[in-house]
């Protein structure tokens, strides 16, 4: 009897070790096949990255030289990502957060900007074509590009603002309001401030996504090869994740052109995983040092 | 203009803004319909849905994306099937497992596989996996079903691990008080009590994932092939439907019948992705574990 107790104990015990090796097992593959990928890109790429590589342009057909105006390119949409998504986020995690009242409205909100969260990124496309390009006639330009990655990246920044507005202190709102200021006063003055780092941090995540975006900018901002750079928001323009799948896929001398490819490659994994990492440690820095 | 009036003008500028998202969505539909639905003059819905030829620029052409529905499906069924058990385990691992430590870098590291761009991840499947993977399996090519549903599970993986974390972190502590204190092990508790108790949120994660995997683009246009056919085996090439679009929308002339055929296959992946998304958010809803009392 106790023998068999024993066994059964051990037999128990067996099970959670192998148990745990899996899951181990699991969350090691997942890193190591971060780590792989990251030092391909590198071990790739690092010969062929030099000054003139970051602020020349293309050459030869682009066999050679750099890919100064796809950074560039990347840099405009980006800002102009920002410059769309950002108000908009923040106005509209206010409003869930502070003015709302729980309720079908709410909702009804909801449902919508999780809905949008999942629309697939070649659909933001067609739907940039379909809108910006065509129905407003902007033409395959940076402001159609800008508008549909600042769509695109509008979801992630309402929920980072909600998270953060959520996290500053009731407390804080009901000091303020009984001294007789106004609601939106608090908001501005007392809600918001706390609540900026966190609202910035989060966003950061969704500009390391609109960076690095192929599929949305395909048919509504990025070109093949432009001799010049872009003059005015209604320019086409390079970018990087576009020049990657260009050069792998339809460049003219494929094989020939690896270095610059892989070259490449690193140059936009450094900016987006840089930018994320950014968010990160200050998040990571922000939580340590929390006054409440 | 007194202080109420003010603040009651603010409050609306602020509806209006968050009302910004939700016209977004209706603009998208008005947009993919708009362009899309002139080629159900010429195909029938049914005819575009389950015809098995794919030929849109042969004369006469042929518009039946069944080939790169089933190769939609295909590439993102093998993709959650590697996605599942890794993502879950490893949110096991993070939330009930870890030490500290490692929890922290873990974390950072699931996010930043989640922030890799799916152009680099297309390009590493294509430079790195496929020549290995053609040489050593004596392959026609390595540009199929397997590198692809590989690669879409890397970038399925953060999305399931992250919420499934969530789910599981969501589990109330007495619950595994009381398992402890009837003498069950960890791995039983774990088992028997924390993942019933946070099965709900698991599947969301899954539903959200393979909505992922569904949409995403660069990967399956550089990875999959693009061949359409249905396919014979897990190593034929395939072209789901993203893939198509983006390939062929460079080359069609504006309003052409295969220009509206691209769109129209948008309304197809619009759907699906938001049948996902609605599934998803039905069933962190309606199966929300709220107290002890519905385990």
């Not at chain 2, 395939?238 to 129209?264: D, K």
């Amino acid at each position: 009897m106790q023998s068999s107790k024993n066994n059964s104990m051990k037999w128990r015990y067996l099970k959670q070790h192998v148990f745990f090796g899996i899951v181990r097992a699991s969350a090691l593959i997942i890193t190591l096949t971060l780590g792989g990928i990251i030092f391909y890109i590198v071990y790739n790429g690092i010969g062929a990255i030099s000054w003139d590589f970051i602020t020349k342009p293309p050459t030869h057909s682009m066999t050679q030289g750099g890919i100064m105006p796809a950074i560039l390119g990347t840099i405009y949409l980006t800002v102009g990502a920002i410059a769309i998504g950002l108000p908009l986020g923040i106005a509209s995690a206010i409003y869930l957060t502070e003015y709302a009242k729980q309720g079908r409205v709410i909702r009804f909100l909801k449902v919508g900007i999780n809905c949008l969260a999942g629309v697939p990124s070649v659909v933001f496309g067609l739907f940039g074509l379909g809108f910006f390009v065509i129905f407003l006639k902007f033409g395959s330009s940076i402001l159609s590009g800008s508008l549909t990655l600042g769509f695109l990246i509008l979801p992630t920044i309402i929920g980072a603002s909600e998270e953060a507005l959520k996290s500053v202190p009731q407390t804080f709102r009901e000091a303020s309001l009984s001294l007789g200021v106004s609601k939106w006063q608090t908001t501005y003055r007392i809600v918001l401030p706390n609540a900026m780092p966190g609202i910035l941090t989060g966003s950061i995540l969704g500009i390391g996504r609109a960076a690095g975006e192929t599929a949305p900018i395909m048919f509504t901002a990025a070109a093949y090869f432009t001799a010049k750079l872009p003059g005015s928001i209604f320019d086409e323009v390079m970018a990087l994740p576009y020049h990657i799948y260009v050069l792998a896929t339809a460049g003219t001398n494929i094989e020939a052109t690896r270095p610059i490819q892989f070259g490449t490659v690193l140059v936009l994994v450094a900016v987006v995983l840089g930018i994320d990492l950014i968010a990160i440690i200050i998040r990571s820095y922000m939580r340590r040092n929390k006054r409440w | 203009m007194n202080r109420q009036t003010k603040e009651i003008i603010i409050k609306y500028i602020f509806l209006l803004f968050s009302l910004v998202s939700v016209v977004v969505l209706g603009l998208i539909v008005f947009s993919l319909f708009r362009e899309g639905l002139p080629i159900f003059g010429k195909v029938s819905v049914k005819d575009f849905l389950f015809g098995m030829e794919w030929y849109p620029t042969y004369d006469p052409p042929s518009f039946g994306i069944f080939p790169l529905i089933v190769g939609s499906l295909v590439v993102t069924l093998l993709a959650t099937l590697i996605a599942v058990p890794l993502g879950v385990m490893a949110a096991i691992y993070i939330s009930e497992i870890a030490p500290q430590a490692i929890k922290e870098t873990l974390k950072s590291v699931i996010e930043l596989l989640a922030g890799l761009p799916s152009v680099v991840l297309g390009f590493f499947g294509m430079v790195i996996i496929a020549p290995w993977m053609q040489e050593t399996f004596d392959l026609p090519t390595g540009l199929n079903i397997v590198n692809a549903s590989v690669i879409l599970a890397i970038m399925a993986i953060p999305t399931i691990s992250s919420i499934s974390e969530d789910a599981l972190y969501a589990v109330p502590r007495e619950f595994k008080e009381a398992s402890y204190a009837l003498g069950a092990t960890k791995f039983e508790t774990i088992i028997n009590v924390i993942l019933p108790a946070a099965i709900s949120g698991i599947s969301t994660a899954v539903m959200l994932g393979m909505a992922r995997a569904i949409g995403e683009t660069m990967v399956v246009l550089m990875v999959a092939g693009g061949a359409a056919a249905i396919p014979e085996s897990l190593f034929d090439s395939v072209r789901p439907m993203p893939a198509s679009i983006a390939a062929e929308m460079g080359e069609t002339p504006y309003r052409s019948a295969h220009y509206s055929s691209l769109f129209a296959i948008g309304i197809v992946l619009f759907c699906l992705t938001l049948a996902f998304n609605l599934i998803a958010d039905y069933v962190s809803h309606k199966f929300r574990q709220i107290g002890s009392g519905t385990l």
